[in-house]
């Protein structure tokens, strides 16, 4: 069965943290579906921390109201700011990332989002997480960990994937295709791409 995943878009992004797990685990056959959040037509660009503009599928409100997210297996937040806060401000991102983590789906988070997104929402409560650096003490409810990935997988499936910043994009990447796929075929891009 194909495994589906959303990348969120927020003005302000990561570029290498977005870009990245896109490009990654489109190599490994997952089908990736890029979200702007805000309120402008499908095909949105949206500007990232370093003035790199990406064009998005449809805004996430779009895809939402269409039901494509009952079909998504992960949603990826790259960091960057102010990417991080615009999401973290969006309810339509909350709400998405809320229902993901209670349907048993894998939610993946990098940089500073794992500690301004998800942590509000209370989805590192009692978790193992990472995130950049000094921006943990956001996420007290979190097990914090200063490993440059962190898998925090639930029984019945699914968890939590985050990782530190724009520099472990790669290996944040092959960490979401190994638990969307299976760590050969994480292992197989990793070596593809020569990291």
């Not at 449809?58 to 079909?71: H, K």
């Amino acid at each position: 069965m194909l495994k589906k995943a959303v990348v969120l878009l927020a003005e302000g992004f990561e570029e290498v943290e977005a870009i990245t797990p896109i490009d990654y685990l489109r190599r490994a056959g997952i089908a990736v579906t890029i979200a702007a959040i805000g309120n402008a037509s499908g095909g949105v660009s949206v500007k990232g921390a370093r003035g790199i503009s990406v064009q998005a599928d449809a805004t996430l409100q779009e895809l939402v109201q269409r039901g494509e997210a009952a079909s998504w297996d992960a949603v990826v937040v790259p960091g960057g700011m102010p990417g991080a806060s615009n999401l973290a401000a969006s309810p339509e991102t909350g709400a998405l990332l809320a229902g993901m983590a209670a349907a048993g789906k894998w939610v993946c988070a990098i940089c500073a989002s794992p500690a301004v997104v998800l942590a509000p929402l209370g989805l590192l409560a009692g978790k193992q997480f990472t995130c950049y650096p000094g921006m943990e003490t956001k996420a007290q409810s979190g097990v914090w960990s200063d490993e440059r990935v962190v898998v925090d997988a639930n029984a019945s499936g699914g968890g939590i994937i985050t990782s530190r910043g724009a520099g472990t994009a790669g290996e944040f990447a092959v960490a979401i295709i190994g638990q969307l796929l299976n760590e050969e075929a994480g292992t197989k891009i990793a070596q593809a791409v020569l990291l």
